[in-house]
T-cell receptor, first 115, second 109 residues
Framework: GAGVSQSPRYKVAKRGQDVALRCDPI?????LFWYQQALGQGPEFLTY????????KSGLPSDRFFAERPEGSVSTLKIQRTQQEDSAVYLC?????????????FGDGTRLSIL | DQQVKQNSPSLSVQEGRISILNCDYT??????FLWYKKYPAEGPTFLIS?????DKNEDGRFTVFLNKSAKHLSLHIVPSQPGDSAVYFC????????FGTGTSLTVIP
């Protein structure tokens, strides 16, 4: 398939553990976004990459959250010392353009549950 | 503070009739608006968009209307089909994307 792929689909971790969520964007897509979606809410912006450069990380809720895209393709969102409030669906999206005027293509998300 | 609001959590419509989904926003700097459709356990899928320089954009059964003075966006689906049953999110862009909380549409056969 040529869509955005996220893994794992489901992740259960104990409070205090570190987790890593992976996103494979559509090949050739320049922009990559991470969102957090709490139950009953819309996606909330976390961070944005253009190629390997992280241009905006203003949505990351704390310094426990870290994202990288070292080669401008695959991206990893890492959450350290997880807390229960981190439980959510984490969505990755990619886009063809380098601006905010292009629709984003979303993956199916990783559902993270912190016990 | 929610900059994009969808005040109707759910909507039910008979098959063949028009579905109207509404969205309000507060930031007058938003200049690009989109609608996404989401099925359970899947990511949102792009449906239709509109630039702030337009007031209407149409794509098949889907039409998006933008009223900048009222800061209001709507999505019309005509005719509605059972396969349209999903959660619909509106989103607005100004340096980043802001999403509403979604409206769950049920099209009754």
């Amino acid at each position: 398939g040529a869509g955005v792929s996220q893994s794992p689909r489901y992740k259960v971790a104990k409070r205090g553990q570190d987790v890593a969520l992976r996103c494979d964007p559509i090949s050739g897509h320049v922009s990559l976004f991470w969102y957090q979606q709490a139950l009953g809410q819309g996606p909330e912006f976390l961070t944005y990459f253009q190629n390997e450069a992280q241009l905006d990380k203003s949505g990351l809720p704390s310094d426990r959250f870290f994202a990288e895209r070292p080669e401008g393709s695959v991206s990893t969102l890492k959450i350290q010392r997880t807390q229960q409030e981190d439980s959510a669906v984490y969505l990755c999206a990619s886009g063809t353009g380098s601006d905010w005027y292009q629709p984003q293509h979303f993956g199916d998300g990783t559902r993270l549950s912190i016990l | 503070d929610q900059q994009v609001k969808q005040n109707s959590p759910s909507l039910s419509v008979q098959e063949g009739r028009i579905s109207i989904l509404n969205c309000d926003y507060t930031n007058s700097m938003f200049d690009y608006f989109l609608w996404y459709k989401k099925y359970p356990a899947e990511g949102p899928t792009f449906l239709i968009s509109i630039s702030s320089i337009k007031d209407k954009n149409e794509d098949g059964r889907f039409t998006v209307f933008l009223n900048k003075s009222a800061k209001h966006l709507s999505l019309h689906i005509v005719p509605s089909q059972p396969g349209d049953s999903a959660v619909y999110f509106c989103a607005a862009s100004e340096a980043q994307f802001y999403f509403g909380t979604g409206t769950s549409l049920t099209v009754i056969p």
